[in-house]
C-alpha cells in the first residue's frame, strides 16, 4: 500500500503545477461572490460534514464488512475534498473559485471532523475507544498543494490579465491529460488491490462514490444552488481526499492499520473514473444544449 515515488512526489508538483494555472482563470471577485453568498458553501459543509458520515455508515453497517475496513470506510466519509476535485470542476465549467473555497473550509475543519469521526468508528466496529489525533503537517500539505498555487495564479491574473487568458486553454488541456495519466497509473499500479478487493469495492466503495456525486450536486439544487456551483459541489463532495485517509491509516503515530487504507485507495481510483465520466456527461450535454439553443 505504500505510495511510489511517482505519486508521492510527482503527484504533488504536478498538482501544484495545475493548481496555479486554475488560478489564473480566476478572479479576486470570484471569491468575493462566494463569500458575499455563502448559502452554496454551507450546504455543500452541511452534506460533507452530516450528511455522507450518516449515509456511510448505514451503507457500511448494512454490509457487514470487517472492522478495519468499516473504520477505513467511515475515515474517508470524513475526509476533506481531494484537491483533484477542482479539476474536474474546471473541466465540467463549474464553480472553481467555490471548489477551492470549500477545499479549505474542509480541510481545516478535518482537524476536529476527521478524529471525531475515527473514535467513532473504533468505538462501534472495534468496541474501544482510542485517541486519534490529527496532525497539522498533514492539512497543511493541502493548503501548500491546492490553495496556495491557486491564490498565487489568482494574483498573477489580477496583474496580467492578458497572459491569464492565453494559458487558459493549454491549462485545460494539461488538466485532461494529467488527470488521464492518474486515471491510467492508477489502475496499473492498483491492479492487484482491485483483484483482491473487487467485490468489495462493487458493493460498498462504488455505491459510496455515486451516492456522494449525487448528494454533492441534487441537495444543492434542492435548494436552489445554480448550476455551476452545483457541479463545483459535486465534485468536492464526491472526490475525497483518499491521500489523507491513507496517509491516517498507515502512520505510526495514528492508526498503523494498512487494511483500514484499502478503502480509500480503492476509492481514490474509483473517483477518478466516475468523475471523468461526470465531466464527459456534462459537457457533452451542454454541447447539445448550445446546438439546440438559438443563434
Not at 478572479?27 to 463569500?35: A, Q, Y
Not at 465540467?92 to 476536529?112: H, K
Not at 478487493?197 to 454533492?216: D, E, H, K, Q
Not at 481514490?268 to 451542454?286: C, D, F, H, K, M
Request: aromatic residues 8%; glycine residues 6%.
Amino acid at each position: 500500500m505504500q505510495s511510489s515515488a511517482a505519486l508521492s512526489i510527482g503527484l504533488p508538483v504536478v498538482l501544484c503545477i495545475v493548481m496555479l494555472g486554475l488560478g489564473l482563470s480566476l478572479k479576486l471577485d470570484d471569491f468575493r461572490r462566494v463569500l458575499q453568498q455563502p448559502q452554496a458553501v454551507l450546504i455543500g459543509l452541511f452534506c460533507q460534514i452530516i450528511i455522507l458520515p450518516i449515509i456511510c455508515y448505514g451503507l457500511t453497517y448494512a454490509s457487514g464488512l470487517p472492522p478495519a475496513i468499516a473504520v477505513g470506510m467511515m475515515l474517508l466519509a470524513a475526509s476533506p475534498g481531494g484537491t483533484s476535485a477542482t479539476l474536474y470542476t474546471h473541466l465540467a465549467r463549474g464553480d472553481v473559485a467555490l471548489s477551492i473555497t470549500l477545499t479549505a473550509l474542509t480541510s481545516v475543519l478535518s482537524i476536529v471532523t476527521v478524529p471525531f469521526i475515527a473514535n467513532f468508528a473504533l468505538a462501534r466496529f472495534y468496541g474501544e475507544a482510542s485517541a486519534v489525533y490529527l496532525e497539522l503537517s498533514l492539512v497543511a500539505q493541502i493548503f501548500v498543494i491546492a490553495v496556495v498555487p491557486a491564490m498565487i495564479g489568482v494574483l498573477v491574473q489580477s496583474r496580467y490579465p492578458v497572459l491569464a487568458q492565453r494559458l487558459d486553454r493549454p491549462v485545460k488541456l494539461l488538466a485532461t491529460l494529467f488527470l488521464a495519466a492518474i486515471v491510467i497509473f492508477a489502475l496499473v499500479s492498483q491492479w492487484g488491490l482491485v483483484v483482491t478487493w473487487g467485490v468489495t469495492i462493487l458493493t460498498v466503495v462504488l455505491p459510496f462514490n455515486l451516492m456522494s456525486l449525487a448528494v454533492g450536486y441534487l441537495v444543492p439544487r434542492l435548494f436552489r444552488i445554480e448550476y455551476r456551483q452545483a457541479i463545483a459541489l459535486a465534485m468536492s463532495i464526491g472526490v475525497h481526499n483518499a491521500a489523507l485517509v491513507i496517509a491516517i491509516a498507515l502512520s505510526e503515530q495514528m492508526l498503523n492499520n494498512p487494511e483500514m487504507a484499502i478503502p480509500p485507495a480503492a476509492y481514490g481510483l474509483l473517483a477518478y473514473i466516475t468523475s471523468g465520466v461526470l465531466v464527459w456527461v456534462v459537457n457533452r450535454r451542454q454541447a447539445v444544449a448550445a446546438k439546440r439553443s438559438p443563434d
